[in-house]
């Protein structure tokens, strides 16, 4: 086996840290279905376990410039943020990927990592832009014809409305997100 200096001589570097990306984001993905669930503290020690595996990962995505494997790691990771006390960190990671060129291109990657971006603003206390966030994943969501994805910003921007004070826009947006997640 080659040690990490010899690799990065030879100019292999990149493609260990990409591997070791795509293996954290393997992970990542793997423990986002379970978090919230009945199976979440064993996801949440696992993923506290490579919690610097999965910062290395993602730091990695956003320094090469990966927008899609920085997006699909920060939409994976953002509810282990979220329930093991780790917002802060995660608001500044996806802040930073978000930021990255490319990262505007209208994508399903991007469709997730903006869901997660108004989870995590929602989370932190900053209901004005987590509805801004909710709005665009609205409307992504019905550029790409996702339907569930549709749903669930219709049920994200009921707590926005809600937030506001705008109990029966609060009301329909709930209906259609009901309305949607019956036919999905």
């Known amino acids: 086996t080659f040690a990490l200096g010899e690799l990065e001589a030879e100019g292999r570097e990149p493609d260990l840290r990409r591997r070791h990306a795509l293996a954290y984001l393997a992970l990542a993905e793997s423990a986002a279905p379970h978090l919230p669930g009945g199976d979440q503290p064993r996801w949440l020690d696992r993923l506290e376990a490579d919690h610097a595996n999965l910062r290395a990962a993602l730091r990695w995505s956003i320094e090469a410039g990966d927008v899609d494997v920085a997006f699909r790691l920060f939409a994976g ?10 917002l802060a960190e995660g608001a500044r990671l996806a802040d930073a990927a978000m930021a990255l060129p490319g990262a505007d291109r209208r994508t399903p990657q991007r469709l997730t990592a903006v869901t997660a971006v108004g989870g995590i603003a929602y989370w932190q206390g900053r209901a004005e832009e987590a509805v801004r966030w909710y709005e665009e994943q609205l409307a992504l969501a019905r550029e790409l014809d996702d339907q569930a994805a549709e749903a669930d910003a219709a049920f994200n921007l009921s707590y926005g409305a809600f937030i506001r004070g705008d109990v ?7 209906d259609r997100a009901r309305d949607l997640y019956g036919e999905v």
């Open 77 to 86: 990771l953002w509810r282990y943020w979220q329930l093991g006390g780790h």
């Open 168 to 174: 029966p826009r609060s009301n329909e947006l709930m």
